[in-house]
């Protein structure tokens, strides 16, 4: 029951989160980025998230991160996290994409 509490918890999260605005912020590399994203979101590659920091505090909104698997999108969730930004990791844009969609 532990894993099905955490799914929940998660759309729950997502579902929130989206109705306050949330950016979705693809940390994946540019070139991954141009062959495919979901529409209107924001690219900042992983290695640049803690650069950018300030500009991405100036949105305003909480943030939802993804990349190809979930994995960079965690590190970037948590860069964002102990930076005082309200972020989610989103995991892989894909799955994202049809989760946002059914909404």
């Known amino acids: 029951m ?8 998660k759309k729950k999260k997502l579902a ?8 979705i912020l693809d940390v994946r590399t540019k ?13 900042v590659p992983l290695q640049q998230v803690s650069v950018k920091i300030s500009e991405i ?4 909104k909480p943030i939802i991160t993804c990349c190809a698997s ?8 948590a860069i964002l996290r ?4 309200e972020a989610m990791n989103g995991g892989g844009w894909m799955s994202l994409h ?3 969609s059914v909404h």
Not at 70 to 77: D, E, I, K, L
């Open 31 to 43: 070139g991954e980025y141009q062959q495919g994203a979901i529409p209107g979101s924001k690219h």
């Open 70 to 77: 979930g994995v960079r999108s965690g590190s970037a969730a």
């Open 2 to 9: 532990g894993l099905l509490d955490l799914f929940g918890n």
């Open 57 to 60: 505090k100036k949105w305003n």
């Open 82 to 85: 102990s930076n005082g930004v």
């Open 16 to 23: 929130d989160y989206q109705s306050r605005g949330a950016i």
């Open 98 to 100: 049809k989760k946002l």
